[in-house]
């Protein structure tokens, strides 16, 4: 039963924005239980509030298999971890919260974003890993604060040219996908650290890579390349890099001067 007092309800004893409240007992309703208010985390379901406003919400193993339009009406949330569900698509409506900064539906069966996606400029932290997406919205380089994107297992086949817009991104996972190749525009990303693109089926790598000056991790073992672009030398700041399991042809010369400097600052090489 929902206890009203002006513009705010109950909700368990618990007093929040009215519209707040009426969404956590819809949900309630649909996971079939009541949602604790005591913190939240990748491994729990419960709440976090503030000023009778929901900040942080965690749902996690209780077979949820949509989300409710009116998951907007949580305006303050920044934290959203669905991990361990069923979902197969997200609402519209989660383009309307703009406070966002971290979205977790890990171990879902995703096969869609909406493309309000990319409305969700403050969002810092994307994992998508393990579900079905096979592709992204071009919406998704409007994400322009999101500094980790998490697309592990997600059968995805190509990314978006789009996926260059992501300017503060330094930490990008898509291993163990059906990607062929990757876009140009991945040399837009001058802020990455890690690049992990680990069993897929790469045939070819841009030359653009040569411009993640910044980058630290590179793994793009177990695929199919034969050549690496020449401007990969240009990579000195790496300390993991890991070529094996490919087709290689033996290197020129001037790869092999580069594998010997980054050697000898101390990186650990696999080819």
């Known amino acids: 039963m929902i206890m009203q007092n002006g513009t705010t309800s109950d909700y368990h004893g618990i007093t929040l924005q009215r519209a707040e409240a009426a969404f956590l007992y819809e949900l309630e309703e649909i996971i079939g239980e009541a949602i604790p208010s005591t913190g939240i985390g990748f491994y729990r379901t419960g709440f ?6 929901v900040t942080g919400l965690s749902i ?6 949509y989300l409710p339009d009116s998951i907007d009406h ?3 949330l920044k934290r959203l971890y669905l991990r361990d569900n069923l979902l197969t698509t997200l609402p519209e409506s989660i383009g309307n919260l703009l406070n966002l900064e971290n979205l977790d539906v890990f171990n879902n069966q995703l096969k869609t974003l909406p493309s309000s996606i990319g409305n969700l400029h403050n969002l810092r932290r994307f994992d998508l890993s393990r579900n079905y997406l096979h592709t992204l919205p071009s919406s998704i380089g409007n994400l322009n604060s999101l500094e980790r994107l998490g ?3 997600v059968e995805l086949k190509s990314l978006p040219d789009t996926i260059g817009k992501l300017s503060n991104l330094w930490d990008f996972i898509a291993s163990i996908n059906q990607l062929t190749s990757i876009p140009q ?3 837009n990303l001058t802020k990455l650290k890690r690049l992990v693109l680990h069993n897929n089926q790469l045939q070819s790598l841009p030359e653009s890579l040569g411009a993640l000056r910044e980058l630290e991790l590179l793994s793009l073992h177990t695929n199919q390349l034969t050549n ?3 401007s990969i030398t240009q990579l000195t700041s790496l300390t993991v890099l890991r070529l094996e399991k490919n087709q290689l042809k033996p290197l020129p010369a ?5 594998l010997i400097l980054l050697k000898k600052k101390g ?3 696999r080819l």
């Open 228 to 230: 690496l672009p020449t």
């Open 151 to 153: 697309l592990l297992n």
């Open 267 to 269: 990186c650990g090489i």
């Open 185 to 187: 525009t991945i040399g």
């Open 254 to 258: 001037q790869f092999q001067d580069w």
């Open 60 to 65: 996690r193993e209780k077979g949820l298999k």
């Open 74 to 76: 949580l305006r303050n």
């Open 48 to 53: 976090i509030h503030s000023k009778h406003q």
